[in-house]
């Protein structure tokens, strides 16, 4: 039975995926790498240091570890340029009337993100107070694909991992909540490893989510 929900954040709540592509396609630029769509779909999930690691990995780059802080800086100045006008008519389809439904079951929801600016982000969509806990980027040693981030949002829901279900966008999350013995609904598109994949939050019912 499910008795809790953990919503990712970024391409979940809100669309963020394109921002972060802009403000890496900058930095790669740096290395005349062209970053493209394709890239991009590698770096959802991954956290801000390790799509840095990547990017370098791709365009065969090795830079001196005192130069990362500064790129990752950079890339993070860009990202909030970009997401200021970020408010609540950003938040994607279906997204608010699950998050009703919910409450409506008494059912506590949490936000497990690799972001470390997800409460930022939260505070503009006008849905941090819809939370119970926000697990993100800034409290977890471990990033997705590890179960740590919903691990930590299940023990301060007081429940049982098995009794929990995780919204996620990206395959790196997806592999998180099935390692954290979580049920899976997938936002998108080939998400095979989900228990079920759909194209939005849209119509997603309390016996759908209850029957996986
Ligand atoms: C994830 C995004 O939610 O957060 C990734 O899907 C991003 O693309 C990661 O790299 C870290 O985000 P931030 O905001 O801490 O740079
Ligand atoms: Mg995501």
């Known amino acids: 039975m499910i008795k809790a ?12 995926a394109v921002y972060h592509y802009q403000s890496w396609k900058a930095v790669a630029a740096k290395f005349s ?9 590698k770096l959802k999930g991954v956290s801000r240091a390790d799509s840095l690691n990547l990017i370098l990995e791709w365009a065969s780059v ?10 990752l ?43 470390k600016n997800a409460p930022f982000i939260l505070e503009k969509l006008g849905l941090a107070s819809r939370f119970a806990a926000v697990i993100d980027g800034n409290g977890v040693k471990n990033t997705k694909p590890d179960p740590e981030v919903f691990l930590n949002a299940a023990l301060q829901l007081q429940v049982l991992p098995e009794n929990c279900l995780v919204i996620e966008d990206a395959p790196s999350g997806i592999q998180a909540a099935k390692a954290a013995g979580m049920k899976v609904v997938g936002v998108g598109h080939e998400l095979t490893e989900a228990d079920v994949c759909v194209s939005s939050l849209v119509g997603l019912d309390w016996d759908q989510i209850q029957n996986l």
């Open 5 to 16: 929900v953990i919503f990712d954040l970024d391409g979940v709540l809100t669309d963020t």
């Open 33 to 41: 790498y062209n970053l493209t769509e394709h890239d991009n779909e």
């Open 62 to 71: 090795t830079l001196p570890q005192e130069e990362i802080p500064q790129l």
């Open 73 to 115: 800086q950079e890339k993070n100045d860009h990202y909030l340029l970009l997401i200021n006008e970020l408010g609540q008519k950003d938040i994607l389809p279906g997204v608010l009337d699950f998050l009703t439904l919910l409450e409506s079951h008494n059912c506590p929801k949490a936000v497990g993100s690799s972001s």
